[in-house]
């Protein structure tokens, strides 16, 4: 499940390299002269502080840098000392080492009365020593790492943390001597702060540069010190933890180096925190053992709001006599967290939806097995997402392994791990072209839904988050990642892990103080999630789900299948949406394009897409006015664009991988057995898409109603037309009207496809076909064509269909009767009444008629 890449080896990258270096051994060939070689620490830049016995009985203190591959010695000792911590600045002028009592050599400078003593050093060149600390308790060095240098005043910071439970900074101004010594101004009056104090737990964080520690007077409390690199620091977070009371026996340290001479208790609480960029902070901790048959171990997620308490039922056959394996190790990965216990168990957590376990991946057994890591392996986490193996000086980065999830999506395994397997591939691992390749493969393979979820959906949906989720953490609770809250109940095999109990509570309110630049970046972002997160919990359905457009979607619908559509404002500014969408989907590849999408004008697709641009927006806006309009425009709009060019996608790839050609779109020949397993996947993606009411690609529906014709007998195709499976575009009936001819079988079908065409397309399509029935029907058009013409000159002319006379209606008959009848009707009655007489007019012409009558016409 884990794949660990070993970046590091103490024997190939240190010890090598020291033999080469040391004449002594080599002549001898006796590696003998290289003992002991350790490492002490891991740096924010990555270098390793390692320390070795030389040849003449000395100690050294050397560097590796991983960007160079070259290792450099800082400092030696004369004689053999035991060093617990060590760390060095980021100028590299500086060493702090603590050195504990030995029992080795007579260097009374090294072997003090007290129990540790803590040095400072100037190692460039090597001028000065300064003693710190000579206390009776064990004391931890490091150095800070700003992110940036200083020009102006050279100096360096130092933590020093003791087990009496204090922590301290020392400031060191440094000065150069000759244009290349470095040595400390002023070293006997050294100016420090206290950090912290009365704590029984410490951590720090080398790349936010973060100190973290548990107070134990009345109440535990976890408190966070964040140092700037003006040399201030300041608390900002405080958060009360319900731990068991007396969880440690002595001060535990976390990421201060390792201390080889000091033996973990293997009873008490292990005690970690996680924290990401995109404002995650995870609280995580074991239970210590009181019995031997369960393992306990609790995740808070501080920006959830909430902690769950996993027990995990061990196999008695498999616990050894010693209790020391029985901590788990926590690993950070960001999206998830992975809690390890080898030999027993690997559960990978799912640190930002945490609403279902089946998110969540739960491994045991063989499965659970790490390669790398023995069973008596001590290993430790180090920032950076590394592990360090104590025991055979080697650091790994950590990931998870595709092969093995790709294993888990076979049929075999149960279907909670197949959704947490598919999911944190998609999210997780991705974008990832070869693996994205290999998981639609297989869903092309798997093509019927599963029990338990749908994967077309689940694949869908978990690809549009990842390429949202990173923006914004509250975006987790407003996006959809999963298809399975669309069921009515949920399945039993999603709800529960057998042999794992999950106890979720309600944390306590986290305290975030500071204002103004302290809490800019991740402390800003972390104390909105909080508050969105209060929000969230008060107002109904946050989350954003696609089915909620269905009944908009109906009336649009309505809508654009009557025959009296009118252009509307709502469909123009949905039409503009759509626009802004297409305008963004990769359609310029036209040489590679494979799949015949984005060619057509589908009305029906093309306002679904404006509908949730608008839908999406507009629920964002609401839950998330901190964004912005303007990122919230640009979020939904690639979230739009993403999801037409996953359809497009997913058909390409099973497109190419069946081999399939233009002549797919013939209509001419029977569909072959890669036309009809084409058919079918694209028969998954409209029932997936259409169960969550999401837009397809315009001509998709052509496409798949071509296949359909070419697949299934004629009366099978017709019915799943009725049933709104299949729809009658038009590009597809003017095909099926030019490319089959007029047999008996073909006649049948067309005839059977125009009845079922509204009568606005009906008109079109009949001029493409060569038919006496056509014929006649372009005809009798034409007809009714010029008599609306001339309707509109000589004036209105209403066709009555219920008074006509004629059985069957002859429709330019029908016209001509009516335009007759209508002109009869507005002819003038002589006997009625006229309005608006000219009586000159009358008066002449009366006179003109009685002359003619008497025959004085000519006179």
């Known amino acids: 499940m884990l794949k660990l890449t070993q970046t590091f080896d103490i024997q190939t990258d240190i010890i090598s390299s020291i033999i080469a270096k040391e004449e002594t051994v080599r002549r001898s060939k006796d590696c003998a002269g290289v003992a002991d070689t350790r490492i002490l620490n891991v740096e924010k830049d990555g270098g390793i502080v390692y320390s070795w016995r030389g040849a003449s009985g000395t100690t050294r203190v050397g560097k590796y840098d991983p ?60 001028n000065n020593t300064k003693v710190l600390k000579a206390v009776d308790c064990r004391v931890k060095v490091q150095f800070l790492y700003p992110d940036f240098f200083r020009n102006t005043a050279l100096e ?32 006997e009056r050294l100016v420090r702060d206290r950090v912290a104090e009365e704590f029984c737990w410490a951590q720090w964080d080398s790349g936010p540069q973060r100190l973290f520690y548990l107070t134990c007077r009345k109440k535990h409390t976890l408190k966070c010190v964040q140092f700037f690199p003006d040399r201030n620091f300041e608390t900002l977070f405080e958060l009360p933890l319900e731990l068991p009371s007396n969880p440690f026996t002595s001060v535990r340290f976390v990421n201060f180096g390792h201390d080889h001479y000091q033996e973990q208790p293997s009873e008490e609480l292990k005690l970690v925190v996680f924290t990401d960029r995109t404002g995650t902070m995870c609280v995580c901790y074991s239970h210590p053992l009181y019995r031997r048959k369960d393992s306990t ?37 960001g999206y998830y967290i992975v809690v390890y216990l080898a030999g027993h168990f690997l559960h990978l957590i799912n640190c930002r939806q945490q609403d279902l376990l089946c998110h969540s991946l739960f491994l045991s057994g063989a499965d659970a097995c790490v390669d790398a890591l023995g069973a008596d392996s001590v290993v430790v986490s180090v920032p950076s997402r590394r592990l360090l193996d104590i025991q055979n000086g080697r650091i790994y980065t950590t990931d998870l392994s595709h ?92 709800t529960a892990i057998p042999g794992v109990k999950c106890t979720p509570e309600l944390l306590a309110q986290p305290v975030i103080k500071g204002k103004g630049r302290s809490l800019q970046g991740y402390w800003e972002e972390l104390q909105w999630i909080i508050e969105r997160m209060k929000y969230f919990e008060a107002v109904p359905n946050p989350r954003y789900r696609t089915t909620q457009i269905k009944s ?105 991988k069946l081999k399939l050609g233009p002549t797919v779109l013939c209509l001419k020949q029977q569909g072959s057995s890669e036309d009809w397993a084409m058919f079918h996947v694209m028969c998954r993606i409209l029932e997936a898409t259409k169960g969550l009411c999401l837009p397809l690609p315009p001509g998709y529906s052509t496409l798949l109603t ?63 076909w060569d038919h006496p029935i056509s014929s006649a029907c372009i005809s009798r058009e034409y007809v009714r064509t010029q008599l609306e013409k001339y309707t509109k000159t000589r004036g209105s002319v209403q066709l009555d ?56 016409e000519h006179k």
């Open 67 to 126: 960007h160079t591959k070259q290792n450099k010695l800082l400092y030696t000792f004369d004689k053999q000392v035991c060093i617990s911590s060590c760390s060095l600045n980021k100028e590299e002028t500086l060493l702090a080492v603590s050195l504990t009592q030995s029992t080795q050599g007579r260097e009374e400078s090294y072997k003090p009365a007290s129990k540790c003593l803590t040095l400072l050093i100037e190692i460039h060149p090597i």
């Open 403 to 494: 092969d093995f999830l790709l294993q888990l999506l076979s049929s075999s395994r149960p279907e909670a791990q197949r959704l947490a397997g598919l999911h944190c591939m998609l999210v997780h691992l991705g974008p990832d072209q070869d693996l994205e390749q290999k998981i639609i493969n297989w869903i092309s393979e798997n093509v019927m839904s599963f029990d338990a979820f749908d994967q077309i959906q689940e694949f869908i949906l978990a690809s549009l988050y990842r390429i949202c989720y990173q923006q914004s953490l509250s975006l987790d609770k407003v996006l959809p990642y999963s298809s399975v809250f669309e069921k009515k109940e949920l399945p039993v095999a999603l």
């Open 706 to 768: 071509v296949l359909g014709v070419r697949c299934l007998p004629s009366h099978t195709f017709l019915q799943y037309v009725d049933h709104g499976f299949l729809q009658l575009t038009e590009p597809f009936v003017s095909r099926l009207m030019t490319d089959l001819d007029n047999s008996d079988g073909s006649e049948e079908l067309k005839f059977s496809v125009l009845k079922r065409l509204p009568e606005c397309m009906e008109q079109r399509v009949c001029q493409l």
């Open 801 to 856: 269909r219920e008074k006509t006379c004629f059985r069957p209606e002859f429709l330019p008959l029908t016209y001509l009767a009516s335009i007759l009848s209508d002109m009869e009707e507005q002819a003038p009655n002589p006997f009625e009444e006229q309005e608006n007489v000219d009586a000159r007019f009358v008066e002449e012409t009366a006179l003109k008629q009685t002359m003619i009558k008497l025959g004085l």
């Open 552 to 656: 908009d979607w109906t009336k649009l619908q309505a809508a654009l299948n009557s025959e009296k559509k009118k252009s509307s404002n709502h469909l123009r500014y949905l039409e503009e949406n759509t626009k802004k969408v297409l305008s963004m989907v990769d359609t310029w590849r036209l040489d590679k394009r494979v799949v015949p999408l984005f060619q057509e004008e589908d009305q029906q697709q093309r306002v679904l897409v404006g509908l949730m641009v608008d839908k999406l927006r507009e629920h964002l806006n609401r839950h998330l006015p901190r964004l912005g309009k303007k990122k919230i425009d640009m979020l939904v709009l690639n979230y739009v664009a993403k999801l037409l060019e996953l359809v497009r996608h997913m058909l390409e790839s099973v497109w190419l």
């Open 156 to 187: 360096s910071h130092l933590l020093l943390a003791a087990e009496d439970g204090y922590v301290d900074q020392y400031h060191i101004p440094l000065v150069k001597q000759e244009g290349y010594r470095v040595v400390m101004q002023n070293s």
């Open 297 to 333: 171990y609790t995740i808070a997620f501080v920006h959830k709001g909430f902690s769950k308490t996993y027990t995990v039922a061990l196999e008695q056959t498999a616990i050894s006599a010693s209790t020391a394996n029985l901590r788990p190790l926590f690993i950070h990965l």
